[in-house]
């Protein structure tokens, strides 16, 4: 079993509408969350950032975190075509990037205009 | 500040040469890394440096090794070139000094083992 496990799509959705991304985890002693945005043939940059559990929100993008679940979400409301990129989870248990990070294999995204 | 930089960008081998990737970065980050991400398989950590002079395996380090003298260079070297070793290399760096510790990424290298 993956420590992280990520549906690597790919998932389409018209202009406007919301994006639901996810990932589980196994491992509890996680407690830092990261979502990366790469656009392709680019490197990964940080979108959001989440410490344990509760809700974080920036612009349009809403990072949540149910430890219980060992589940975390990104939400990106009225979806542009410049969202169009893979979307990939990272965590890890100590810090948010001083360490090792732990990945999901990704989620590619397509905004449909 | 151009952030991290990585040259090439896309490089050929053929199987059993050997080359260097090179990563610098200009935000005098102490901690710096080496990734590679395979379709499909997420981004798997090869080696890292909390500090010149210091380096410590990932996850994935065999068929590959790294040295750092200075803080603001970490260059990945391949010896023997194999297949398996064909990927997308991203270096990234961070500032353990500041709170903000997240990782900034450079724009890869793709190289192709033949």
């Known amino acids: 079993q993956k420590e992280v496990e990520q549906d690597p799509g790919p998932l389409s959705v018209p202009e406007g509408a919301i994006v639901s991304l996810n990932c589980t985890y196994s491992?509890?002693?996680?407690?830092?969350f990261m979502w990366y945005r790469q656009y392709s043939r680019k490197g990964p940059e940080l979108l959001m950032y989440?410490?344990?559990?509760g809700n974080k929100e920036d612009g349009r993008f809403t990072a949540q975190v149910d430890k219980s679940s060992k589940y975390i979400s990104l939400f990106i409301r009225d979806s542009q075509p410049s969202d169009s990129a893979t979307y990939l989870c990272?965590?890890?248990?100590?810090?948010?990037?001083?360490?090792?990070?732990?990945f999901g294999t990704g989620t590619r995204l397509t905004i449909i205009p | 500040n151009a952030g991290v930089t990585q040259t090439p960008k896309f490089r050929i081998l053929k199987i059993g040469q050997s080359m260097t990737l090179q990563c610098a970065q200009d935000?005098?980050?102490?901690?710096m890394y080496w990734y590679r991400q395979d379709p499909g398989m997420g981004l798997k950590l090869i080696y890292y440096?909390?500090?010149?002079?210091?380096?410590d395996k990932g996850e994935v380090p065999n068929g590959y090794n790294v040295s750092r003298s200075t803080t603001e260079d970490f260059p990945l070297r391949l010896e023997l070139a194999a297949p398996s070793q064909t990927s997308v290399y991203f270096c990234?760096?961070?500032?353990?000094?500041?709170?903000?510790?997240?990782?900034?990424f450079g724009p890869g290298t793709r190289l192709l083992v033949l």
């Open positions: 990234a760096s961070s500032n353990s000094r500041t709170g903000q510790e997240t990782q900034y």
């Open positions: 491992n509890s002693a996680f407690q830092y």
């Open positions: 989440t410490y344990s559990s």
């Open positions: 990272a965590m890890s248990a100590r810090s948010f990037g001083n360490e090792k990070l732990t």
């Open positions: 935000m005098n980050h102490n901690y």
């Open positions: 440096s909390v500090g010149a002079g210091i380096t």
